[in-house]
């Protein structure tokens, strides 16, 4: 079956730049999403459409694309970014489909 | 302010059935697709499936079809996820999230999350 595939962890120290890779044959084809995931909450959306930041996002925040391999980039880290991160996107049979999920740790 | 809103936790036993809801509030739910997503203990989000409650059009990821019913009230604004009998690997969270209005606006508004513990 089709994979979203990306980092298991990223480690930065504040202020500095976190990226978040996500490679997939078919993302070429089909938008990326990204979503921010804190223990005990629900995940929140942060990047649609590969670089579109939805209201409410800081722009420190953002998203780019190229070929197969979408990048979420957090400049200047803060320590309430710490979260565990999931692109998502869809297959060739149109079916959503999320990566297997990014930790950031801020040291 | 768009709200969905989810079920409480569930404890059952394996064979057991179960129906666990999730409504929506402060939008038209009829004119927005549902998708449900599982999160078992330790791991990532898995797609399970979409509906649309407007006509009920339902799609399962490959991957749970035959596993689980979605379904739909739109009278109520409350979409469903039921299992016929449960297994202990269903042990997991369920969300529910709506799908934004263009196809290409992402999974804009989640539930809380419903967990369901299948333990005998």
């Not at chain 2, 036993?13 to 999160?39: A, D, H």
């Not at chain 2, 991957?63 to 202990?88: E, H, M, P, R, Y």
């Amino acid at each position: 079956s089709y994979e979203l595939t990306q980092p298991p962890s990223v480690s930065v120290s504040p202020g500095q730049t976190a990226r978040i890779t996500c490679s997939g044959d078919a993302l070429p084809k089909h938008y990326a999403y990204w979503y921010q995931q804190k223990p005990g909450q629900a995940p929140m959306l942060v990047i649609y459409k590969d670089s579109e930041r939805p209201s409410g996002i800081p722009a420190r925040f953002s998203g780019s694309s190229s070929g197969t391999t979408v990048t979420l980039t957090i400049s200047g880290v803060q320590a309430e970014d710490e979260a565990d991160y999931y692109c998502q996107s869809a297959d060739s049979s149109e079916t959503y489909v999320f990566g297997t999920g990014t930790k950031v740790t801020v040291l | 302010e768009v709200q969905l809103v989810q079920s409480g936790a569930e404890v059952k036993k394996p064979g057991e059935s179960l129906k666990i809801s999730c409504k929506g509030s402060g939008y038209s739910f009829t004119n927005y697709w549902i998708v449900w997503v599982r999160q078992m203990p330790g791991k990532g989000l898995e797609y399970m499936g979409i509906i649309y409650p407007g006509d009920s059009d339902t799609t399962y990821s490959p991957s749970f079809q035959g596993q689980v019913t979605i379904s739909a009230d739109k009278s109520i604004s409350t979409a469903f996820l039921q299992w016929s009998s449960l297994k202990a690997s269903d042990t997991a969270m369920y969300y529910c999230a709506r799908r934004g209005y263009s196809g290409s606006s992402g999974f804009d508004y989640w539930g809380q999350g419903t967990l369901v513990t299948v333990s005998s």
